[in-house]
């Protein structure tokens, strides 16, 4: 006994390129789903990857190169590794860095009472190094001693400031700075 009538199978006879048309759309849509769609989605994982990694995997993904401008400024932030971790366990970049806000404070008018050194942070990549001021002056001296340091081209960074006055002439300011230097792996730059 037939599994279907022969009027079905007439019908079929008669549209045979229909019936092959939609054998073959199954078939494809099952290898898609089977083994390309898995392809596809290893693929995109690995374009990730690498594109995290800074690999150039397709013209419309190329990294933008660095200005000129940028790397000097890199560059005149880095040092060879060694001479980097030398000079931060030695005391010898936080000492640059409270010379500089000292120099940086005197010139806008700015009078020093304490000078502090902070923690140093040794990264793989990095170090940063931590100083501490207590100055008396007004607001417009430390903004222009905060615009002098960011025109300097080094890396610093305000992490706090406070502004008091305590019933004296001159505001008592606060200041917590820190200056970030680069680690090159082969080769010396100027810190």
Same mark, same amino acid.
């Given at each position: 006994m037939p599994?279907?009538?022969? &009027?079905? &199978?007439?019908a079929l006879r008669r549209h045979w390129t229909v019936v092959a048309a939609?054998?073959?759309?199954?078939?494809?849509t099952l290898a898609n789903?089977?083994?390309?769609?898995?392809?596809?989605?290893?693929?995109?994982a690995l374009v990730a990857r690498a594109t995290q990694l800074g690999m150039a995997v397709g013209p419309e993904r190329t990294p933008r190169t660095?200005?000129?401008?940028?790397? &000097?400024?890199?560059?005149?932030?880095?040092?060879?590794?060694g001479a980097a971790q030398?000079? &931060?366990?030695?005391?010898?970049l936080t000492t640059t860095l409270l010379e500089d806000m000292t120099r940086a404070a005197a010139r806008n008018g700015l009078e020093v009472v304490v000078a502090e050194q902070g923690?140093?942070?040794?990264?793989?990549?990095?170090?940063?190094?931590?100083?501490?001021?207590?100055?008396?002056?007004?607001?417009?001296a430390l903004v222009g001693m905060i615009a002098e340091l960011a025109r300097s081209g080094?890396?610093?960074?305000?992490?706090r400031f406070t502004i008091a006055e305590r019933g004296e002439p001159r505001p008592v300011i606060e200041l917590w700075m820190s200056?970030?230097?680069?680690?090159?792996?082969?080769?010396?730059?100027?810190?």
């Open positions: 599994l279907i009538g022969p &009027a079905v &199978a007439a939609l054998l073959v759309f199954v078939l494809f789903l089977a083994w390309v769609q898995p392809l596809e989605r290893r693929y995109q660095l200005s000129p401008a940028l790397m &000097a400024l890199f560059m005149s932030n880095s040092m060879e590794a030398q000079q &931060a366990t030695s005391g010898q923690s140093t942070t040794q990264q793989q990549d990095a170090v940063q190094v931590r100083g501490h001021l207590r100055l008396r002056g007004g607001y417009g080094r890396l610093y960074s305000i992490e200056r970030y230097i680069l680690k090159l792996s082969s080769g010396a730059a100027r810190s």
